[in-house]
């Protein structure tokens, strides 16, 4: 009965800019925490970002300085702003949401041209 659905994702040439969101559909009445994940082949879904309700954010150390993650708790909606993109982070992107358990999206897909 949630359903979140990712956006945004493209392809883009290293040093460029994408915004991803998240928008959570459905039976919500509140949205704990919510984060971003990213995935490439043959490897281990990894956190790259977290926000909880009031708004702490957690980033993991290789997009420190370069993404930025925040919500609209109006719109039930999350965002990634991902700027100076690097091929490294080519992967598939995934939100997911704590909403009496955990949600996850289908994923985005991000590319990053050299």
């Known amino acids: 009965q949630v359903q979140l659905v990712e956006s945004g994702g493209g392809l883009v040439q290293a040093g460029g800019s994408l915004r991803l969101s998240c928008a959570a559909s459905?039976?919500?009445?509140?949205?704990?925490?919510m984060g971003w994940y990213r995935q490439a082949p043959g490897k281990q879904r990894e956190l790259v970002a977290g926000?909880?309700?009031?708004?702490?954010?957690n980033y993991a150390d290789s997009v420190k300085g370069r993404f930025t993650i925040s919500r609209d708790n109006s719109k039930n909606t999350v965002y990634l702003q991902m700027n100076s993109l690097k091929p490294e982070d080519t992967d598939v992107y995934y939100c997911n949401a704590f909403i009496r358990t955990v949600y996850w999206g289908r994923g985005t897909q991000v590319t990053v041209s050299s």
């Open positions: 459905g039976s919500i009445i509140s949205i704990g925490s």
């Open positions: 926000i909880t309700r009031g708004g702490v954010t």
